[in-house]
């Protein structure tokens, strides 16, 4: 007569164990991912055309010279924390375009206030800080392209391990000046 709680008898009893064991997995993991989907649906829609767009409002309202993948990274990221990015993108090219603007200083007095503002000001703001938002958690997309860094990069090296600077291992710190004696 088998014995029913035997590890060698019923292959029922040991499926049921591996297959509750498989199920909490899948179920464990599928709640890990899902606060993965919106950022996943939200690049998904983040096309081309609004990578262009995005790379255009910026040299309009930042005149550097910007790196094409740090934008392309920082504008998917804005369409995730805002889904109505490109309508507002769109909205700043318009205002732009009825003022031929070249520069900023041409069609930024003509945004009105509002979303179309807050949109132009995040985005420089992502271009000059590195980062979309400025939440504890926040992506770094451009600390060594960020803009604020640009201008003392001669004199100044951002937080790293190398102090020559991002991937710095080999170049010497630049020298400081002669130290006043007392």
Same mark, same amino acid.
């Given at each position: 007569? %088998?014995? #029913? ?10 499926? +049921?164990? #591996? ?21 996943? *649906? ?9 990578? *262009? ?17 740090? !934008?392309? #990274?920082? !504008? ?14 769109? !909205? ?8 031929? +603007? #070249? ?5 930024? %007095?003509?945004? %009105? ?12 703001? +992502?271009? $000059? ?19 604020? $860094? ?11 391990? +190398?102090?020559?600077? %991002?991937? !710095? ?14």
């Amino acid at each position: 007569m %088998p014995d #029913r709680y035997r590890d060698d008898c019923p292959t029922a009893f040991s499926l +049921a164990r #591996r297959e509750l064991l498989l199920g909490g997995l899948s179920l464990a993991g599928g709640f890990a991912a899902l606060p993965m989907l919106p950022p996943v *649906a939200a690049a998904a829609s983040w096309s081309q055309q609004s990578e *262009a767009q995005f790379m255009e409002i910026s040299s309009l309202l930042i005149q550097h010279r910007l790196d094409e993948q740090v !934008g392309k #990274r920082i !504008g998917a990221a804005m369409s995730t924390l805002n889904p109505s990015l490109s309508e507002q993108m769109a !909205g700043l090219l318009a205002i732009a375009k009825n003022k031929n +603007a #070249r520069i900023v200083e041409d069609f930024f %007095p003509d945004v %009105p206030e509002g979303p179309l503002k807050e949109t132009a000001l995040a985005i420089i703001s +992502a271009w $000059y800080l590195g980062v979309v938002s400025d939440a504890p958690d926040a992506e770094v997309f451009a600390l060594e392209y960020a803009l604020m $860094y640009g201008p003392t990069k001669d004199v100044m090296t951002i937080p790293s391990y +190398a102090i020559s600077g %991002p991937n !710095g291992w080999t170049s010497d710190a630049p020298p400081l000046d002669h130290m006043p004696e007392f």
